[in-house]
């Protein structure tokens, strides 16, 4: 990821996904749960995800 920031904020754009209606679903009923947009939570999944292969050490 750049780390390209402009006053602070990371830049983004927007991107546009089908998914299978049980996981929408479930997405949906997480948002209502907790009060949390369903973007916010694929966003933070995606960034939890490639976070654990940016974070991995090179194996010598």
């Given at each position: 990821?750049?780390?390209?920031?402009v006053n602070g904020s990371i830049?983004?754009?927007?991107?546009?996904?089908?998914?299978?209606?049980?996981?929408?679903?479930?997405l949906n009923k997480d948002s209502?749960?907790?009060?949390?947009?369903?973007?916010?939570i694929v966003k933070n999944a995606?960034?939890?995800?490639?976070?654990?292969?940016?974070?991995?050490?090179?194996?010598?």
């Open positions: 990821m750049s780390k390209n920031y830049p983004q754009k927007r991107f546009s996904l089908w998914l299978p209606v049980v996981l929408y679903d479930r209502l749960t907790y009060g949390v947009p369903m973007s916010h995606l960034l939890a995800y490639y976070r654990t292969f940016d974070n991995q050490s090179p194996s010598s």
